[in-house]
């Protein structure tokens, strides 16, 4: 008989539970090929579009399924929370009676305060599932019916679309941006020059710029690299000869009447750098149907050039004179011309790169010292 009482009760029970559900599931009508649910979601009346009528099902269940979870969660929180006060209760009253230093009034008092920080405890997280339920109650949970795919379209005639499988969020970008850092070794190669003119410790390159790459086709194999750069070019003759700095008209090699530490010519420039890059590119496919393009480990092959203009120029000497350290710089005292341009070229594997880079203007005006920069190096460059 107790069984049968027992069984009697839990198929109540059941059955409470599907009839709860079921007078909290929505319900909808097809229309054309969506499966229309009508809501009201903040007082406003919102139709949600679904891609067919289990989809609806499945997401509705799922939702329900959260909410009986989270009302299960503030029980259990308030059972434990009430129990773990009984038992703070049970130790202030066996402390009262162990220790007679412990009046009743303090007891009161600390059975007061224990009392009330249980009770705001439970206040608080009863307040954070009241939230939740009411998001669960109130709003589409977007980030899990998106694989279904929702349209909903409110009164006020806006019109969002969330999740739908198309190719919508299977965007590329085609444009990137990055740094590109360039640093190695640098001389002038002209009718009377050539690199063994040049000494090897202070002749340097150095680049330093922000450049964007657009995709040309769809899988990125062949891009277009461009952007801007400021870089500086050092050379210093060997033989204790320099750039002389009498005319500024007509620059010239001399040599030199003292025995220099240092004369170093240096020009600082500001160009735009442009280059048609080839090479595969590694795919990423995130969750969400985004697609991304990544230079990991790949090879990549670039050719192009460079146009701009010279910002300054300047040598600069150091020597001794008399027991004394001279240290002496002339700025734009030189007849260079103005415009710079050239062209350049990269074999790289990922972000690295071995560059040449050879320039066709002449650095002075005609008169003067003949001669055009040649660099090459290693190039850093990021997107």
Do not use: C
Request: glycine residues 8%; without cysteine; hydrophobic residues 30%.
């Amino acid at each position: 008989m107790k069984n049968q009482k027992l069984l009697i009760t839990l198929t109540l029970s059941f059955a409470g539970i599907l009839l709860s559900r079921s007078q909290n599931l929505k319900t909808g009508v097809q229309e054309g090929e969506y499966y229309v649910v009508t809501d009201t979601v903040d007082g406003k009346v919102s139709k949600f579009y679904y891609n067919s009528e289990k989809a609806f099902l499945r997401s509705e269940t799922k939702r329900l399924e959260r909410i009986d979870e989270l009302k299960e969660d503030r029980r259990l929180y308030e059972s434990n929370q009430r129990t773990e006060l009984a038992e703070k209760i049970e130790k202030i009253n066996q402390r009262q009676e162990q220790n007679d230093a412990y009046t009743a009034a303090m007891a009161s008092r600390d059975k007061e305060l224990t009392a009330q920080t249980y009770a705001d405890k439970i206040d608080a997280y009863n307040k954070l599932i009241e939230a939740k339920l009411k998001f669960e109650s109130t709003e589409l949970n977007y980030a899990s019916l998106g694989s279904d795919g929702v349209k909903l379209l409110n009164n006020t005639a806006m019109e969002f679309e969330i999740g739908k499988n198309t190719n919508k969020y299977k965007k590329q970008i085609k444009t990137t941006s990055g740094l590109s850092l360039g640093f190695g070794y640098n001389f002038i190669d002209g009718n009377d020059l050539g690199i063994d003119d040049f000494s090897y410790g202070n002749n340097n390159y150095f680049s330093l710029g922000i450049t964007w790459i657009t995709a040309l086709n769809k899988s990125q194999t062949i891009r277009w690299r461009y952007g801007v750069e400021y870089q500086t070019q050092g050379t210093e003759l060997n033989g204790n000869r320099a750039f002389t700095i009498d005319d500024p008209d007509n620059t010239q090699i001399e040599r030199l009447t003292f025995n220099a530490d240092k004369a170093k010519f240096r020009q600082d420039q500001f160009v735009f750098p442009m280059h048609l890059e080839f090479g595969p590119r590694y795919k990423k496919t995130y969750e969400d149907g985004r697609e991304r393009y990544y230079n990991y480990d790949q090879l990549k092959f670039g050719i192009g050039g460079y146009a701009g203009f010279n910002l300054s120029s300047r040598l600069k000497y150091k020597y001794d004179l008399a027991g004394a350290d001279i240290k002496q710089t002339t700025i734009n005292a030189f007849d260079n011309q103005v415009l710079v341009y050239g062209v350049d070229a990269y074999v790289g594997f990922d972000s690295w790169s071995l560059f040449g880079r050879l320039g066709l203007n002449d650095i002075f005006q005609s008169g003067s010292v003949d001669g055009q920069y040649v660099a090459f190096g290693i190039r850093l460059q990021t997107d």
